[in-house]
């Protein structure tokens, strides 16, 4: 082998075969210490330990996507059938290769973390804690980076503009991790505005082809980079494996394109802005065939831009060449077209074994969510550990339900029950099916609603109404008609300022049991009038946006046991899920070094 050749595959190596050295560092660990860090007022340390655990997770996931890349076979995926032999044939390669790259055989077991990690939402906390600690470049840069994988937060956006009025900055500050087909973009705008062709022709070229690329990875991850494990509301058949898969890889490529969208407050797709620029600067360059099919191939994308659709006419009446579609541009739509194929069958109702109740854009109810056995297990939680008037501070003392004289009410936060499991009052196997179903429910509810943006848990409580025996309950109302997120108001509008929870954005409730009679919930329109009412069973679950005016009637006779849960976009008001179920975790750990060999 000639030297050239030697060093050109020592090149090829050491770009395919990325340095494992930092496989011992564990994100969720990092990410971990950053919230204890943050809570007890260490900003400057949580700021780094979060940016250390988004650096490590990106460096897991470039590892992930070289081992998919090693291991893919088939991009496409057709129907169940393929898709589950497609899959299995696959998966094996791709977990033996980032078990031994990555220490682990997926990149993350949980799509919904992985999905902050990869939307760099961990940046809101940062820029939080660059500004308590007055480090304004850090405070700026940390923004810059969240608006960039999260335009339309408009909240951030407004806080960016802020901070450049606030404090003189020589330039704007360019955020960290910038893809680089956008970092291509940007330069190629530049050398547009600056009238340099040849580079704006360059750098939007590469930019396509990166966009295309990184899509197409991203695509790929969506099969093969989570936990496999079956639904715990699924049969683990052939067919309902190969369904579920087809319904994750859908929606989770669904998201792959949103991900792509970098650019705040536009109407325009990224790629056909690419394309603008790019027909523009061939023209001037004089690649008059380039600057038509690149035209052309913008209407794909975009077909009402009048200005687009003349210069086609132009290049091709006037110079007399033809317009054709750019191949790359022809694939990713047709990979786009899979993909929705994969997400409109994902949502197919032949599979859902869910009854509806009612369903509206802002609101559903559905029967069948829980099993008997599960919300008996929950009753007899809540019997076990639930607290008098739990939630309400001022009625602790109190004999009735703060909202109704003539009940009891009683209720347990997921957090007091996790702190009662700490102490070992309370088995592991109770509290982590009180997780694992208020996060059945978070999932349960992004589906139905479609969200693009992830939900947070804002509070989670299991709670017990009850009729007091031998009191006559005259009241219409166990809890009176109200909105989760503002107060309503005499002329019917709600006025959504503090002390109303405004950081609320969607609302869940999964009923665990059937009163003996009352306890329905209601559903009114702006007048008060009642326009949907269930009378709960065991496994229902109603989800509605947090500003629904809805309430629920006076539980006459027995009891009527439910778990609600109130939802935010706002991750900086989030509760942290993954340091609860490490506690969970812990304590299972704890119990197990108790036990002998023959208990265990």
Request: aromatic share 12%.
């Amino acid at each position: 082998m000639s030297v050239l050749c030697l060093l050109l595959s020592l090149l090829t190596l050491s770009e395919a075969e990325p340095q494992v050295g930092t496989k011992e560092v564990d994100f969720l660990k990092l990410r971990t210490q950053g919230f204890e860090a943050y809570a007890e007022n260490r900003y400057s340390e949580a700021a780094a330990l979060f940016t250390k655990a988004i650096d490590n997770f990106w460096w897991r996931r470039r590892v992930n996507t070289m081992c998919i890349e090693q291991c893919i076979k088939d991009r496409t995926l057709v129907d169940e059938v393929q898709t589950i032999s497609v899959y299995l044939s696959t998966s094996t390669c791709v977990e033996t290769c980032c078990q031994g790259k990555l220490g682990s055989p997926v990149l993350i077991p949980d799509s919904h973390i992985e999905l902050i990690f990869r939307k760099n939402q961990y940046y809101d906390v940062i820029q939080a804690c660059w500004h308590y600690s007055k480090n304004y470049t850090g405070n700026i840069e940390a923004a810059e980076t969240f608006l960039l994988y999260n335009p339309d937060n408009v909240g951030m956006f407004n806080r960016l503009q802020d901070l450049y009025k606030m404090f003189t900055v020589d330039s704007r500050v360019l955020p960290r991790r910038e893809p680089h087909y956008h970092t291509q973009y940007r330069r190629g705008v530049e050398a547009y505005k600056e009238e340099q062709w040849g580079p704006c022709v360059y750098y939007l070229d590469s930019a396509i082809e990166n966009f295309i690329r990184s899509t197409n990875l991203c695509r790929a991850q969506c099969t093969y980079q989570y936990d496999k494990t079956p639904s715990k509301h699924k049969v683990s058949t052939f067919v309902s494996a190969a369904v579920e898969i087809v319904e994750n890889t859908g929606q989770c490529r669904s998201q792959c394109y949103e991900d792509m969208e970098l650019r705040p407050f536009t109407n325009s797709p990224y790629l056909a802005s690419i394309l603008e620029y790019l027909q523009f600067c061939q023209y001037n360059l004089g690649s008059i065939q380039e600057a038509a099919d690149t035209a052309v191939s913008y209407t794909l994308l975009h077909k009402r831009n009048p200005t687009i659709n003349e210069n086609v006419e132009v290049f091709t009446t006037q110079y007399g060449v033809p317009a054709n579609e750019r191949q790359d541009i022809v694939d990713f739509l047709n990979n786009y077209k899979v993909d929705t194929a994969l997400l409109e069958k994902s949502d197919s109702p032949q599979k859902n074994e869910e009854e509806m109740l009612f369903s509206t854009s802002t609101s559903y109810g559905a029967r069948g969510f829980l099993s008997d056995k599960e919300c008996k297990s929950l009753i007899y939680l809540a019997k076990e550990i639930s607290i008098e008037n739990d939630g309400y501070d001022s009625y602790k003392d109190k004999d009735s339900s703060p909202y109704n004289t003539h009940e009891k009410f009683r209720g347990i936060v997921l957090s007091k029950a996790i702190k009662l499991l700490e102490e070992g009052d309370i088995e592991a196997e109770e509290v982590q099916l009180y997780l694992s179903v208020v996060q059945a429910a978070k999932a349960h509810l992004e589906k139905k609603f479609k969200l693009l943006k992830p939900l947070y848990f804002d509070f989670i409580h299991l709670v017990q109404r009850s009729a007091i025996d031998g009191v006559e309950n005259n009241s219409e109302y166990s809890h009176p008609i109200h909105a989760d997120n503002c107060y309503i108001q005499p002329d019917g509008s709600c006025n959504k300022s503090p002390p109303a929870f405004i950081q609320r954005d969607w609302s869940a409730i999964v009923y665990l049991n059937s009163p003996e009679e009352g306890g329905e919930f209601v559903i009114t329109d702006k007048t008060l009038t009642v326009t949907e009412s269930v009378k709960p069973t065991c496994g229902d679950i109603v989800g509605f946006s947090a500003d629904t005016y809805h309430g629920v009637k006076a539980v006459r006779k027995g009891d009527r046991y439910a778990i609600a849960l109130w939802f935010t976009h706002d991750i900086s008001k989030a509760e942290d899920m993954f340091l609860l179920q490490r506690k969970i975790g812990q304590a299972k750990d704890k119990t197990k070094a108790h036990l002998t060999k023959d208990e265990l």
